[in-house]
């Protein structure tokens, strides 16, 4: 099966930028799409981004995540990364990243349940 594993949190400093990173391992497919949610204390989880792994298409941003946030992955496409510039504390959440399998080109899956595969997340901490 599919294992999601992020890393790259921490500690940072307002106005500081990070890299998460996601890596899978166990069966790889090219038709992966893997997502970014992040879940705040208290807070519902949310959509951040999401990426197709095969063809590297953006699925889609969170509103609330436009301009700071950047979905990538590498060449070897079994690491989906999240780039996150000027760090705010309200970023302060545990990020996860999930993925699912598709068929259909369409699909746009921006809500938790409509991801099969989770990682434990990684704690992003902003301090001011």
């Known amino acids: 099966q599919v294992q999601m594993v992020e890393s790259g949190g921490g500690l940072v400093q307002a106005g500081g930028s990070l890299n998460l990173s996601c890596a899978a391992t166990?069966?790889?497919?090219?038709?992966?799409?893997t997502g970014w949610f992040r879940q705040a204390p208290g807070k519902e989880r949310v959509f951040v981004a999401a990426?197709?792994?095969?063809?590297?298409?953006?699925?889609g941003y969170g509103k609330s995540m436009k301009g700071r946030f950047t979905i990538s992955r590498d060449n070897a496409e079994n690491t989906v990364y999240l780039q996150i510039n000027n760090l705010e504390t309200e970023d302060t959440a545990v990020y996860y990243c999930?993925?699912?399998?598709?068929?259909?080109?369409?699909?746009?899956?921006?809500?938790?349940?409509?991801?099969?595969?989770w990682g434990q997340g990684t704690q992003v901490t902003v301090s001011s």
């Open positions: 999930a993925a699912v399998v598709f068929s259909n080109s369409g699909y746009r899956p921006r809500r938790p349940n409509e991801y099969k595969w």
């Open positions: 166990g069966p790889i497919y090219s038709n992966y799409i």
């Open positions: 990426i197709a792994k095969g063809s590297g298409e953006i699925i």
